[in-house]
């Protein structure tokens, strides 16, 4: 049985596109990768069905110490990798990357104009990936997950920042929270992995944008939690700045050839209901 190769397996969506995948086919042969170079050094000797590419060093930090490991992670083991499949002799290997929407600042159709630092390598990335497109090694989808929330992420984001505001004895500082930002539950986005991993044909190569099309403004959604929770969100609005490039309004465009693939069953009020 040819073999789905996922990156990033042990990560917040990771996780959920492992188990989302075997729910839609539990005898899928998967096989998943660390960042262990030394696999990169061995030759395939499997049929590959697809390429889930989901490994990434993700922060709005500039500081030097993680320069160099964003740069291992989110460019020298995709290249690596697409390496390894280019030694391996299969051509037009379903790849399947993961951009970032903060990749475009300035809406998805003004193109490319990165927030951070990190999603600049996001973009450098899939110039690497469309080297190995041309010469024949992979075909590629590259899928833009809006903001992501829901599930066990260990990373704190502004829903876990706003929920650790309720009730809270002390004010708890936020910027003025005018972004509008684009709310997907993470087991709505790890569906379309796990559907485009087990049938990579399904979808023209190409960039899809994964969210509910609905933005939501950051006082607003401070609005839903303290109407779904009952308690009241103490907040500082204004305390904090924006950052200087911050992404103030991030919506996933219509797509009707996404939308006949895949839909988001999970409305924001469902997601947060059941986070809190």
Request: net charge neutral; aromatic share 10%.
């Amino acid at each position: 049985m040819a073999k789905i190769i996922i990156t990033g397996a042990t990560g917040y969506i990771g996780q959920e596109v492992l188990r989302q995948i075997c729910l839609l086919e539990p005898d899928a042969d998967i096989l998943t990768i660390g960042r262990e170079v030394s696999l990169f050094e061995t030759d395939i000797d499997f049929e590959i069905r697809s390429v889930v590419h989901l490994a990434t060093l993700s922060t709005s930090k500039d500081s030097a110490e993680l320069l160099e490991p964003m740069l291992d992670a989110n460019l020298l083991f995709g290249a690596r990798l697409l390496n390894w499949l280019d030694r391996s002799g299969q051509r037009g290997v379903p790849f399947i990357n993961t951009g970032s929407f903060a990749e475009y600042r300035l809406g998805a159709k003004e193109g490319f104009s990165p927030a951070y630092l990190y999603t600049a390598t996001k973009t450098a990335f899939r110039s690497i990936l469309r080297y190995y497109q041309e010469k024949g090694v992979c075909r590629v989808v590259t899928a833009v997950p809006y903001t992501v929330y829901g599930g066990h992420d260990r990373t704190k984001k502004i829903i876990n920042y706003l929920v650790d505001a309720l009730d809270a004895k002390q004010p708890v500082a936020f910027t003025k929270g005018e972004q509008v930002l684009d709310f997907v539950h993470v087991r709505d986005v790890a569906r379309f992995f796990a559907k485009l991993a087990l049938h990579p044909q399904s979808l023209p190569e190409g960039t899809y944008h994964l969210g509910t099309g609905v933005g939501t403004s950051i006082r607003r959604l401070a609005e839903m939690l303290e109407s779904l929770s009952g308690k009241r969100l103490n907040a500082n609005w204004g305390a904090l700045p924006y950052r200087p490039l911050d992404v103030m309004f991030a919506v996933a465009p219509k797509d009707d050839v996404l939308s006949a693939f895949w839909k988001t069953k999970i409305t924001l009020e469902q997601g947060l209901n059941e986070y809190l």
